[in-house]
């Protein structure tokens, strides 16, 4: 299993960014997938997760409204479009694949840096 | 929303047991995971539904789930245990993932 995030970088608070996470060596459909976060020297924080056919998203509070997971089945590929971005939202973002038929996250990618400032 | 709760940090000499602990409301109704994550390095699992080990991960941790209490127990610690450790649930009722503040462990 290999799991690569990528977009992160600098962005101004209000702006939007997007992150992908290149997914491999498993059966992407088959699995639920998740985006972690972890803001500087802090703990981690739950975002956002998708089944694994799309249909069910379900959102922290702290991100609903603004962020949007998504994942496309045809390039094994997660997204996580974020809008309305602020300085609280400056962390390693995580993606990371369900277990299967499971509660747990079995495997994560090395995550990809986010940093809002103006 | 479900909270856990777990102290900031715990310290253990070498070939000790550290006990790291989950607080949470009920919690013993609830599939707890754990996870370690070494510094600058991504978050691994250690531990899933209270007390099973995946694959490669030593016989030397074991988990426990009962009441209001989840406990991580790692026997005959070594220096490379040193991490952050987080506990972490999936909350039913609103479909939400759950983690826990973490722990910082030192082995000293």
């Known amino acids: 299993v290999q799991l690569v995030e990528s977009g992160g970088g600098a962005v101004q608070p209000g702006r939007s960014q997007r992150l992908s996470c290149e997914a491999s060596?498993?059966?992407?459909?088959?699995?639920?997938m998740h985006w972690v976060r972890q803001a500087p020297g802090k703990g981690l924080e739950w975002v956002a997760s998708?089944?694994?056919?799309?249909?069910?998203?379900y959102y922290a509070e702290s991100t609903k409204g603004r962020f949007t997971i998504s994942r496309d089945i045809s390039k094994t590929a997660l997204y996580l479009d974020m809008s309305s971005l602020t300085v609280e939202d400056t962390a390693m973002y995580y993606c990371?694949?369900?277990?299967?038929?499971?509660?747990?996250?079995?495997?994560w990618g090395q995550g990809t840096l986010v940093t809002v400032s103006s | 929303s479900y909270v856990l709760t777990q102290a900031p940090s715990v310290s253990v000499a070498p070939e000790e047991t550290a006990r790291i602990s989950c607080g949470g409301n009920?919690?013993?109704?609830?599939?707890v995971h754990w996870y370690q994550q070494r510094p600058g390095q991504a978050p691994v699992l250690v531990m899933s539904?209270?007390?099973n080990r995946p694959s490669g991960i030593p016989d030397r941790f074991s988990g426990y789930n009962s009441g209001s209490t989840a406990t991580l127990t790692i026997s005959r610690v070594e220096a490379g245990d040193e991490a952050d450790y987080y506990c972490?649930?999936?909350?039913?009722?609103?479909?939400?993932?759950?983690f826990g503040g973490g722990t910082k462990l030192t082995v000293l």
């Open positions: 060596g498993f059966y992407f459909s088959g699995y639920g």
């Open positions: 998708i089944s694994y056919d799309g249909l069910d998203r």
């Open positions: 009920n919690i013993g109704t609830k599939s």
């Open positions: 972490q649930v999936w909350h039913s009722t609103t479909n939400h993932w759950v």
């Open positions: 539904a209270d007390r």
């Open positions: 990371a694949k369900e277990g299967g038929g499971a509660t747990f996250l079995d495997h």
